[in-house]
């Protein structure tokens, strides 16, 4: 079946620093990828609708400066975090879908960032 | 997308059959359920949707209710791997893949040994 790959599993970088996280859709191409935020103990917030070839959408109060979204390719969209804070610690998951099968959305395995 | 309504947590024995509910009760015609779930750290998986008929596979089983305000996810043997938060998601069946798919608070399960 469709796979969404993430990576890193795991991040700790200092503040200040930037870190990027990448997701790859394995065996099949996705036009659209989507960036979700989760904190402990709360849902999955969407951050942004990554497009490849053009800019990323983003939703209401994510910073298009500080999260960074660049999908050069139909199988990979990465997300750089800038600058980054200890309020910038959480779960990032990024999603896909394989249109051309019209099968349901693929998440990938979550990326956990830790800011210290 | 329609607002969607579910226990914040349910507990149930191993080797019973987990039965999660969820109200929609705005959900339109063309919407269609979905359920998917969130093991601790991992990225959510999905398990199963349908329109109107139930529907069954390898995971589990998905009852509609005839008016469709309402709908319940069975996992007919629970394992303790099956302790996950589970997400029942309303929405319309869209073939580009530019939407994503909205989240609620989902319901906790725990399977108790």
């Known amino acids: 079946g469709a796979v969404v790959s993430q990576h890193p599993s795991r991040v700790i970088c200092k503040s200040g620093t930037s870190v990027k996280i990448e997701c790859r859709s394995l065996?099949?191409?996705?036009?659209?990828m989507f960036w979700y935020r989760q904190f402990p103990k709360q849902s999955l917030m969407l951050m942004a609708t990554?497009?490849?070839?053009?800019?990323?959408?983003?939703e209401q109060g994510v910073e298009k400066d500080k999260f960074l979204i660049n999908h050069a390719s139909l199988t990979l969209s990465t997300l750089t975090v800038t600058s980054a804070h200890p309020e910038d610690s959480s779960f990032y998951i990024c999603?896909?879908?394989?249109?051309?099968?019209?099968?349901?959305?693929?998440f990938g395995q979550g990326t956990r960032l830790t800011v210290v | 997308d329609a607002k969607t309504t579910q226990p914040p947590s349910m507990d149930c024995a191993e080797g019973r059959a987990a039965n999660l509910p969820c109200n929609h009760s705005?959900?339109?015609?063309?919407?269609?359920v979905y359920w998917y779930r969130q093991i601790h750290s991992q990225g959510p998986q999905y398990i199963i949707h349908?329109?109107?008929n139930n529907e069954t596979n390898e995971m589990a089983s998905l009852i509609i209710t005839e008016d469709r305000k309402s709908s319940t996810l069975i996992l007919p043997h629970a394992t303790l791997r099956d302790t996950a938060v589970y997400y029942c998601?309303?929405?319309?069946?869209?073939?580009?893949?530019?939407?994503?798919?909205?989240f609620g608070s989902g319901t906790r399960l725990q399977v108790q040994p």
């Open positions: 999603s896909a879908r394989d249109v051309s099968k019209n099968t349901e959305a693929f």
């Open positions: 065996d099949f191409q996705a036009t659209t």
């Open positions: 990554s497009n490849e070839g053009s800019k990323a959408t983003y």
């Open positions: 705005t959900i339109s015609g063309n919407e269609y």
């Open positions: 349908g329109l109107k």
């Open positions: 998601i309303v929405r319309v069946e869209e073939d580009t893949g530019r939407r994503a798919l909205t």
